[in-house]
Each structure stands twice: as C-alpha cells, then as structure tokens.
C-alpha cells in the first residue's frame, strides 16, 4: 500500500507562515514529480505548486513570490514553505506524487489525505 501522509496545517494569522510536509513511502524505486493541490471551501482542488525529480518547478499565479515547494530525495518527502498566508489560501491542501514502485512497473499517481489550512482576516 503505497501513502502519502501530510503534515503541518493548522490555524494562522493573514500574513503569517506555515510549512507543510508530505512524506512518501520508502522501499520504491522513484518518486517523479511530486505537487501541492488545494482544495478551498465549496471549489474544485487546485494545482497549487510542482517540483519534477530534477527539481524544476512551477507554480499557479495566485501563490508565486509567497509559497516555495522543494523536495528531499532522501527523504522521499516534498515540502511546501507558505509566507505571507491570504485568508484565500485556506483549504485542505493535498499532496500528490507520480511513484514507481519497482524497476518494472510505470509510475503511477497517489495522493495524500490532506491537511487543513486555514488563514484568518
């Protein structure tokens, strides 16, 4: 069973920081690129930042110049540092990671539980 276990949401003020961990499962053998979706009250989720194996990244307009994704191969964890925190950045925020689990196998696609985020005015 291949999981995806979030952590380090939680309640914090407008203009404030949070850092949210994904970690993966170990004994894989590759972890492609890894995201952050979120998914705010009463919307569809959302791509909110991706980070590839080669650690280019991108990410959508409305978080570029406050949130920072990066990653941790060893780890097999993805981060996502979240600065100057909008009341609209509240949502679930979910990871999600294109996992190889042998040498044989293609990469298929999991996602965490998610964590809540939520940015009071």
């Known amino acids: 069973q291949v999981q995806l276990v979030e952590s380090g949401g939680g309640l914090v003020q407008a203009g404030g920081s949070l850092r949210l961990s994904c970690v993966g499962p170990?004994?894989?053998?590759?972890?492609?690129?890894m995201r952050w979706y979120r998914q705010p009250p009463g919307k569809q989720r959302e791509l909110v930042a991706a980070i590839t194996s080669g650690d280019s990244t991108n990410y959508a307009e409305s978080v570029k110049g406050r949130f920072t994704i990066s990653r941790d191969n060893a780890k097999n964890t993805v981060y996502l540092q979240m600065n100057s925190l909008k009341p609209e950045d509240t949502g679930v925020y979910y990871c999600?990671?294109?996992?190889?689990?042998?040498?044989?196998?293609?990469?298929?696609?999991?996602w965490g539980q998610g964590t809540q985020v939520t940015v009071s005015s």
């Open positions: 170990g004994n894989i053998f590759s972890i492609n690129a």
């Open positions: 999600n990671a294109d996992i190889r689990r042998t040498l044989w196998t293609s990469a298929l696609t999991y």
